[in-house]
């Protein structure tokens, strides 16, 4: 679009020459046939006012178009910048909420795994608490068990302590007794040894008074006997006693060490009970702090867990919620999405029916523009024919026009010394002659009389000849044969030297055929050079001349002079330029057109000259950063070549006469500048 707008500008501009040109040279041929009222000039002054108001009336329409173009292509730049703008805030916030979800779903997926763990934990805990409670209760029943086991023994203790006292109080008795019994005993073995003593007494005495006393001492020895049987009896009963005592003795004595030893081991018994109680009871009581310990930090982890429950609850809230939103968000954003996207369809679909009807109008102006070229060539037909009548008056001011020249050389001489650098100039040769629309530079008028009123080819100034410009030799006089009605304005020592030949691609036309008129180019009619009194213009003499020139367009290249029929006009098979191209010239590789203008701009380095140097670099124009297009002129187009014979990309640069780079290759930029 913006390069269909500067291509639509770069056309205005050069309608807007065209029309100056128009207007100068109208001026001009109203000033030199000023006097003599030809109805010729009347009648191409008319056609020229015509084609001006025809050429402002284009101008103005042109210019409301374009802009008109300029605020649509504005509108819609500012639309798709603003539709790309939400497009790319729209995906940024979709990334984001694409990594924030990633994010969530990371955070869930590590709270969901603490979640495990703490559970994990909380049931080894509670298996370890049971455990715990369990050993617990064990311990308590075997601590009641041992306690009922310490009542028993303490019980039975006392029963054997109350045993042992009373085996005491029994062992005393016996003791008593013996000692009576051993008492009794010894008085007894006394008394029996008493007895003995007695006996022995009693039988002296029997035997002495047995015989004195016999009868009356017989009752009472019966008696003594009686007596002693019953004390031997009541002895026998003491020693069989005795034996008794001493039996039950021995086995009270037996059960006392009995008791004894069992009473120390009841003793040792009690002594580890003790000892295991107070093992029990310090084990219990560490296990008492353990299962309180146990039971505190189970406490602390429920309530750490219900806790974590409840933040993951309340953050699964929050994230659904956001989840939610996000959701409802992305929706959203999808909808504008496809809105945004379906208004960047209509959008498109407008640009293109803008791109259409920017063709069609292009189409239209170049059909306009073609209707106006033939115009101008059926103008500059008549003004050939004026100048053919208008001879005799050139003849006559010959010498007129020698002064003119001279002076008009020095000036142009000191306008080269003060501009230096300037772009040159480069026009395209038309075979018939000088078009009334186009005329040579102010560089090509120091060496050439005014076209308009020459007669025959150019004559160069003998009073004036520049440096390096003596050695090319006499100059022919002019002559008045076929050459001077054809209005030529190549002169006979620029025919001579034609330059080097052209290539294969690009044959030179044969002088006897008729000659047929190239397509035209892509573009309409180039800008033609200012010509004095105006100063000229530097954005249109800029270098896309030279840069967008084919490789083999060389400064003499398709200018042989035409045969002297051709002042007729062309022969019936010549294609005019209002006729459709045999080539679309918005093809990529349509060939630009050659170099316009008269050879002398292209003078060759003479042995005693120094070679003409190339244009300097362009000053910035309107439009720096359209393309500029390819420059051209009101006149004949160069040859179409085929599109084979270019190589991709930009073309090359030409190189200048003098330079000694060979024709095919492409100068330098230190060559250029």
Same mark, same amino acid.
């Not at 000229?536 to 367009?553: A, L, R, V």
């Given at each position: 679009?913006?390069?269909?707008?500067?291509?639509?500008?770069?056309?205005?501009?050069?309608?807007?020459?065209?029309?100056?040109?128009?207007?100068?040279?109208?001026?001009?041929?109203?000033?030199?046939?000023?006097?003599?009222?030809?109805?010729? =000039?009347?009648?191409?002054?008319?056609?020229?006012?015509?084609?001006?108001?025809?050429?402002?009336?284009?101008?103005?329409?042109?210019?409301?178009?374009?802009?008109?173009?300029?605020?649509?292509?504005?509108? =819609?730049?500012?639309?798709?910048?603003?539709?790309?703008?939400?497009?790319?805030?729209?995906?940024?916030?979709?990334?984001?909420?694409?990594?924030?979800?990633?994010?969530?779903?990371?955070?869930?997926?590590?709270?969901?795994?603490?979640?495990?763990?703490?559970?994990?934990?909380?049931?080894?805990?509670?298996?370890?608490?049971?455990?715990?409670?369990?050993?617990?209760?064990?311990?308590?029943?075997?601590?009641? =068990?041992?306690?009922?086991?310490?009542?028993?023994?303490?019980?039975?203790?006392?029963?054997?302590?109350?045993?042992?006292?009373?085996?005491?109080?029994?062992?005393?008795?016996?003791?008593?007794?013996?000692?009576?019994?051993?008492?009794?005993?010894?008085?007894?073995?006394?008394?029996?040894?008493?007895?003995? @003593?007695?006996?022995?007494?009693?039988?002296?005495?029997?035997?002495?008074?047995?015989?004195?006393?016999?009868?009356?001492?017989?009752?009472?020895?019966?008696?003594?006997?009686?007596?002693?049987?019953?004390?031997?009896?009541?002895?026998?009963?003491?020693?069989?006693?005795?034996?008794?005592?001493?039996?039950?003795?021995?086995?009270?004595?037996?059960?006392?060490?009995?008791?004894?030893?069992?009473?120390?081991?009841?003793?040792?018994?009690?002594?580890?009970?003790?000892?295991?109680?107070?093992?029990?009871?310090?084990?219990?009581?560490?296990?008492?702090?353990?299962?309180?310990?146990?039971?505190?930090?189970?406490?602390?982890?429920?309530?750490?867990?219900?806790?974590?429950?409840?933040?993951?609850?309340?953050?699964?809230?929050?994230?659904?919620?956001?989840?939610?939103?996000?959701?409802?968000?992305?929706?959203?954003?999808?909808?504008?999405?496809?809105?945004?996207?379906?208004? *960047?369809?209509?959008?498109?679909?407008?640009?293109?029916?803008?791109?259409?009807? *920017?063709?069609?109008?292009?189409?239209?102006?170049?059909?306009?523009?073609?209707?106006?070229?033939?115009?101008?060539? @059926?103008?500059?037909?008549?003004?050939?024919?004026?100048?053919?009548?208008?001879?005799?008056?050139?003849?006559?001011?010959?010498?007129?026009?020698?002064?003119?020249?001279?002076?008009?050389?020095?000036?142009?001489?000191?306008?080269?010394?003060?501009?230096?650098?300037?772009?040159?100039?480069?026009?395209?040769?038309?075979?018939?002659?000088?078009?009334?629309?186009?005329?040579?530079?102010?560089?090509?008028?120091?060496?050439?009389?005014?076209?308009?009123?020459?007669?025959?080819?150019?004559?160069?100034?003998?009073?004036?000849?520049?440096?390096?410009?003596?050695?090319?030799?006499?100059?022919?006089?002019?002559?008045?044969?076929?050459?001077? @009605?054809?209005?030529?304005?190549?002169?006979?020592?620029?025919?001579?030297?034609?330059?080097?030949?052209?290539?294969?691609?690009?044959?030179?036309?044969?002088?006897?055929?008729?000659?047929?008129?190239?397509?035209?180019?892509?573009?309409?009619?180039? /800008?033609?050079?200012?010509?004095?009194?105006?100063?000229?213009?530097?954005?249109?003499?800029?270098?896309?001349?030279?840069?967008?020139?084919?490789?083999?367009?060389?400064?003499?290249?398709?200018?042989?002079?035409?045969?002297?029929?051709?002042?007729?006009?062309?022969?019936?098979?010549?294609?005019?330029?209002?006729?459709?191209?045999?080539?679309?010239?918005?093809?990529?590789?349509?060939?630009?057109?050659?170099?316009?203008? /008269?050879?002398?701009?292209?003078?060759?380095?003479?042995?005693?000259?120094?070679?003409?140097?190339?244009?300097?670099?362009?000053?910035?124009?309107?439009?720096?950063?359209?393309?500029?297009?390819?420059?051209?002129?009101?006149?004949?187009?160069?040859?179409?070549?085929?599109?084979?014979?270019?190589?991709?990309?930009?073309?090359?640069?030409?190189?200048?006469?003098?330079?000694?780079? /060979?024709?095919?290759?492409?100068?330098?930029?230190?060559?250029?500048?």
């Amino acid at each position: 679009m913006a390069q269909k707008v500067a291509e639509l500008l770069d056309e205005k501009c050069k309608v807007l020459e065209t029309f100056s040109e128009v207007k100068q040279k109208f001026d001009k041929l109203e000033s030199t046939l000023q006097n003599n009222g030809m109805s010729a =000039q009347a009648a191409e002054k008319d056609s020229l006012e015509v084609a001006s108001q025809k050429f402002e009336q284009s101008n103005a329409q042109m210019k409301k178009e374009i802009e008109r173009l300029q605020e649509e292509l504005s509108q =819609q730049n500012k639309a798709r910048k603003q539709q790309e703008d939400q497009l790319a805030e729209l995906e940024q916030i979709l990334r984001n909420l694409e990594e924030e979800a990633k994010e969530r779903k990371s955070q869930l997926e590590q709270d969901n795994t603490t979640l495990k763990i703490h559970e994990i934990n909380t049931e080894r805990l509670q298996k370890n608490l049971q455990a715990a409670k369990e050993e617990h209760a064990m311990l308590l029943e075997s601590k009641e =068990q041992l306690v009922q086991e310490a009542e028993d023994w303490g019980e039975r203790l006392g029963e054997l302590e109350e045993e042992m006292k009373m085996s005491e109080r029994s062992h005393t008795g016996m003791l008593e007794d013996c000692a009576n019994k051993d008492d009794r005993i010894k008085s007894l073995t006394e008394c029996l040894l008493k007895m003995r @003593d007695w006996d022995s007494e009693d039988e002296s005495c029997i035997d002495g008074s047995t015989n004195a006393a016999g009868a009356e001492n017989g009752d009472s020895s019966d008696f003594h006997q009686k007596q002693k049987v019953q004390k031997l009896i009541e002895a026998a009963k003491m020693s069989a006693d005795l034996k008794s005592m001493e039996e039950h003795k021995n086995r009270v004595l037996a059960k006392l060490a009995d008791e004894i030893k069992a009473k120390e081991d009841l003793q040792e018994g009690i002594k580890q009970l003790e000892e295991q109680k107070e093992v029990l009871e310090s084990e219990s009581a560490s296990y008492a702090s353990e299962s309180q310990k146990l039971q505190q930090k189970l406490q602390i982890v429920t309530e750490m867990y219900q806790e974590n429950e409840l933040k993951l609850h309340r953050m699964l809230t929050v994230e659904e919620k956001e989840r939610f939103q996000k959701e409802e968000k992305l929706n959203k954003a999808g909808k504008k999405i496809s809105l945004a996207a379906e208004e *960047l369809n209509t959008y498109r679909q407008r640009a293109k029916d803008l791109e259409e009807e *920017l063709e069609r109008t292009s189409l239209a102006y170049k059909n306009q523009i073609t209707s106006h070229e033939k115009k101008a060539h @059926d103008n500059w037909l008549a003004a050939r024919a004026a100048d053919r009548d208008l001879a005799d008056v050139k003849r006559e001011n010959a010498h007129l026009r020698q002064k003119l020249t001279g002076a008009q050389f020095k000036f142009e001489i000191l306008e080269k010394d003060v501009r230096e650098g300037r772009p040159l100039f480069r026009g395209e040769k038309s075979p018939y002659g000088p078009s009334p629309l186009s005329r040579p530079s102010s560089e090509t008028r120091a060496f050439l009389s005014p076209p308009t009123l020459m007669d025959g080819p150019p004559r160069v100034s003998p009073q004036f000849m520049g440096p390096g410009r003596a050695s090319r030799g006499g100059v022919e006089p002019p002559s008045g044969g076929p050459d001077s @009605d054809s209005g030529s304005l190549s002169p006979s020592w620029d025919r001579e030297r034609r330059g080097p030949p052209p290539p294969p691609d690009h044959p030179l036309p044969d002088p006897g055929l008729p000659f047929r008129r190239p397509p035209p180019g892509p573009y309409p009619m180039g /800008p033609l050079p200012p010509r004095p009194p105006l100063p000229p213009e530097p954005y249109f003499g800029d270098k896309s001349g030279e840069s967008f020139h084919g490789p083999h367009s060389m400064p003499g290249d398709m200018r042989l002079p035409p045969d002297p029929d051709s002042r007729m006009g062309p022969p019936p098979g010549t294609r005019f330029i209002g006729m459709p191209p045999l080539m679309d010239p918005r093809d990529p590789h349509f060939p630009p057109r050659g170099p316009y203008g /008269p050879p002398e701009f292209f003078p060759p380095r003479g042995p005693g000259g120094p070679p003409i140097g190339m244009r300097g670099p362009l000053p910035p124009g309107m439009f720096p950063r359209a393309p500029m297009p390819l420059r051209q002129h009101m006149g004949y187009l160069p040859p179409r070549h085929s599109s084979a014979s270019f190589p991709p990309g930009p073309p090359p640069r030409p190189s200048p006469p003098g330079s000694e780079q /060979p024709p095919d290759q492409s100068p330098s930029p230190h060559d250029v500048i």
